[in-house]
């Protein structure tokens, strides 16, 4: 690897944004184009994988070098996830409440669970800080805190042996699956809408993808692998068309094995995420291109800056949702909002692009400029 | 048998089908399990003792409920379906109480696509000889936009009428109520978005198709 930023990485996450984006809007027209429709997994899973792939590339050297910096690094990471997904939770708390109070609505309210907040506010307040309580579309921030708090030990692993990584990885999903272990919510029973403790599994593929980048591999090339991965991408999109129901129940054989629960990412979902990966890298050259391409460059700074881009897309999300409900929607309308919706965080994404460019130049002038007042005096 | 503020006309609590599999637990004296898709019908701490539970066993002397609250199903009623699979899979209920319709009306979703998941749950969960009872939204007066609601909860009742799919009608029960002249308490929780009656009338209801 020559240290250079890896286009792909952030072309494929700022796609992932922008389509968490359009279906955190229900209804809305282009929800029925978006990756979920064709096949089992969605925009989700995706963004987990990349996640995986990134936090590899960021870390995994720095552990070999330096653990117990790293480690703080990652944990620091995971801290500042977590402030904002307590300032998502704000704001959009903020923007339904609003609502709330100017129509009179509390439908408003409970639309995204947030009624838990009305009926026992202190134990909401608790819940809200130990991430037992997640209002609907914002658990995917709390999924990955926790991700990252496992990165060290996964990464670690991967650093030894990616088989080591997975082995473990996969162990720690079968037992999810099979002894039902999850993390709890908070009031209400029951456990978080991501369990990331089948999630991880997803994470550490991604991990193991970002180690051999490192190493400098290549996917395997296999014609019997894209046979099996196209075939199974294109089953599970004629099955998606028809609707994301299993027919059968095949139990005693555990469900995860054959049902399509989002929850714990059942194995269905998760060969899905792997075949499309695999097919996308056997693409020929698709970094040159990409780095090249003046159509990916929106995507790729929406992925260079995918924290905020992705909290302002959450609350535009909510904020929406109640827009189109209040004011009434057409097609054209909807196109109107998520259209401005997606350019206010392309904006954002090259505002902080040109802040951190910026701040880079600063820095870089800065030695050269702070010796002057010693000079003269 | 209702509480004097919760009192409705008769065609609001006599559900279309019997709930065979309750009735017949709740004659062997079994627990019957039930689990609950939605935000009101549950306390918002799970240590109080939800009053479904509390309206559902005074009506039934020595039956014995237990609540399964799900109150992460929140999306389209289709998304919402996929979430109930898994939930029956790792619950296994004998009786499922699905709030639908809210999500849906928000999103300005097609009502005809609302009735075919709403047919294609009722299927599913009959074939696994689970009982099903829906409510449907609660109504708001003085809206302007109120009327996106309205296929959507037109869609769940031509649906249950013609499939015999048991139908708390929360949205017409809180139209006869008409918030304008109710008084008191019950007015300050209606208008804070809590549901005071609904546990008593779901009860009162799902008393009734289980003893048929």
């Known amino acids: 690897m020559s240290g250079q930023r890896i286009v792909s990485i952030d072309f494929w996450r700022g796609l992932a944004l922008l389509t968490i984006f359009v279906d955190h809007i229900p209804g809305n027209p282009l929800e029925r184009a978006t990756y979920r429709n064709f096949g089992f997994s969605d925009a989700a899973e995706i963004f987990v994988f990349l996640a995986g792939t990134a936090a590899a590339l960021a870390y995994m050297r720095g552990l070999g070098s330096d653990a117990p910096r790293t480690t703080i690094k990652v944990g620091l990471r995971a801290f500042t996830l977590y402030t904002s997904h307590l300032a998502v939770v704000i704001a959009c708390g903020a923007v339904i409440a609003y609502a709330v109070l100017a129509t009179g609505d509390s439908r408003f309210l409970a639309n995204v669970g947030l009624d838990t907040l009305t009926a026992a506010p202190l134990h909401a307040m608790i819940g809200i800080a130990t991430l037992g309580f997640q209002p609907g579309w914002m658990n995917i921030l709390p999924l990955y805190v926790v991700l990252l708090l496992m990165a060290p030990v996964l990464l670690s692993l991967a650093r030894k042996s990616p088989w080591l990584a997975l082995g473990a990885s996969a162990t720690l999903y079968l037992a999810t699956q099979l002894f039902g272990l999850h993390l709890p919510t908070y009031p209400a029973q029951g456990g978080w809408f991501f369990n990331p403790l089948a999630w991880q599994l997803l994470f550490t593929l991604g991990i193991c993808l970002g180690s051999g980048m490192i190493r400098g591999l290549s996917m395997p090339r296999s014609r019997v692998l894209v046979g099996l991965a196209a075939g199974y991408a294109v089953l599970a999109a004629?099955?998606?068309?028809?609707?994301p129901y299993a027919p059968w129940d095949l139990r005693p054989v555990p469900p995860f094995l054959w049902d399509f629960d989002k929850t714990n990412l059942s194995l269905p979902r998760l060969l899905h995420v792997a075949a499309v990966v695999y097919l996308i890298a056997q693409l020929p050259v698709i970094e040159t291109r990409l780095r090249l391409s003046a159509i990916a460059k929106p995507f790729i700074v929406l992925g260079r800056h995918s924290l905020p881009?992705?909290?302002?897309?959450?609350?535009?999300a909510i904020t929406l949702q109640i827009v189109r409900a209040t004011l009434g929607t057409t097609v054209l309308t909807d196109l109107l909002l998520l259209g401005a919706g997606a350019l206010l965080q392309i904006g954002l994404a090259w505002a902080l692009e040109w802040y951190g460019s910026a701040s880079k130049s600063r820095e870089r002038a800065v030695p050269a400029a702070a010796p002057l007042p010693l000079l003269s005096r | 048998m209702l509480s004097p503020a919760c009192r409705v006309p008769e065609v609001y609590l006599t559900f279309p089908s019997a709930l065979r599999h309750t009735r017949r637990l709740i004659d062997r004296h079994h627990s019957v399990r039930v689990l609950v898709v939605g935000h009101a019908l549950v306390p918002a701490v799970p240590t109080r003792r939800g009053r479904l539970e509390k309206e559902l066993e005074r009506r039934l002397p020595g039956s014995d409920f237990v609540i399964i609250d799900d109150r992460g199903a929140i999306g389209?009623?289709?998304?919402?379906?996929?979430?109930?699979?898994?939930?029956?899979?790792?619950?296994?209920?004998?009786?499922?109480?699905?709030e639908v319709g809210a999500s849906d009306a928000v999103a300005a979703a097609d009502p005809a696509s609302l009735g075919a998941t709403i047919r294609d749950a009722a299927h599913w969960l009959r074939e696994r000889n689970i009982d099903l009872v829906l409510v449907d939204p609660p109504f708001v007066p003085e809206l302007a936009y109120e009327h996106i609601y309205w296929p959507i909860v037109g869609e769940i009742g031509a649906v249950s009428d013609r499939a015999g799919i048991n139908l708390l009608r929360w949205y017409a029960v809180m139209q006869y109520w008409d918030i304008r002249n109710v008084r008191g308490e019950h007015r300050q929780a209606l208008l804070a978005g809590k549901r005071p009656c609904m546990p008593e009338l779901l009860a009162e209801a799902i008393a009734r198709a289980a003893t048929r």
């Not at chain 2, 998304?79 to 699905?98: A, C, H, K, N």
């Open chain 1, 309 to 316: 881009v992705f909290c302002v897309g959450t609350v535009l």
């Open chain 1, 238 to 243: 004629v099955w998606a068309h028809f609707g």
């Open chain 2, 76 to 98: 389209l009623a289709a998304d919402v379906f996929g979430r109930i699979q898994s939930e029956v899979f790792d619950t296994e209920p004998d009786l499922v109480v699905w």
